[in-house]
């Protein structure tokens, strides 16, 4: 992956790692193609970006994703966030206590938020994610930090992202 950001007329660019990053999976023939498609890359991590497989339960998906598993990170969408929607299995084959946590890869840092649960001000979460972007902010080893969510928050005019694969 090639990540260029661009704010005020600055352009930043980082090409020394390969992720991969998906949404919306379902699971069926295209899944499978996904799958392919992304192994093909060898990215070092992949970022399932939620709604895997649009049933009650995981096994479909859990199964056709099973060759990538191994790298991959998830963030948690609304079609998997209720108890009967398989929701702690997704939970426990990613050793997840929470559905937003972070990682640091190389000089990155990621926070995965959980778009479907409470982030509003004095939440568990907000102060997670204060805390968190406070302590990838005073470490002089991370050079970016990648916010990764189902549901887009908000957007600016003044910042543009592309990914190029």
């Given at each position: 992956m090639f990540i260029v950001l661009i704010s005020s007329n600055v352009i930043f660019a980082l090409s020394d790692?390969?992720?991969g990053g998906?949404?919306?999976w379902g699971c069926n023939s295209n899944t499978g193609k996904t799958v392919s498609n992304i192994k093909n890359k060898s990215p070092e991590r992949v970022l399932a970006l939620g709604d895997y497989s649009y049933v009650s339960t995981s096994t479909c998906?859990?199964?056709k994703i099973s060759s990538i598993k191994?790298?991959?990170?998830i963030a948690i969408g609304n079609h998997e966030d209720?108890?009967?929607e398989g929701f702690s299995k997704y939970m426990s084959t990613f050793g997840l206590t929470k559905p937003y946590y972070s990682f640091n890869y190389q000089n990155v840092h990621v926070l995965v938020m959980a778009t479907d649960s409470n982030f509003k001000s004095g939440s568990a979460q907000y102060d997670f994610v204060k805390?968190?972007?406070q302590n990838a902010k005073n470490n002089a080893n991370i050079k970016w930090i990648v916010?990764?969510?189902h549901e887009v928050m908000y957007t600016s005019k003044n910042m543009l992202i592309f990914v190029m694969l």
């Open positions: 790692f390969n992720f998906t949404g919306d998906w859990l199964n191994s790298i991959m990170k209720a108890s009967d805390n968190d972007l916010v990764v969510l």
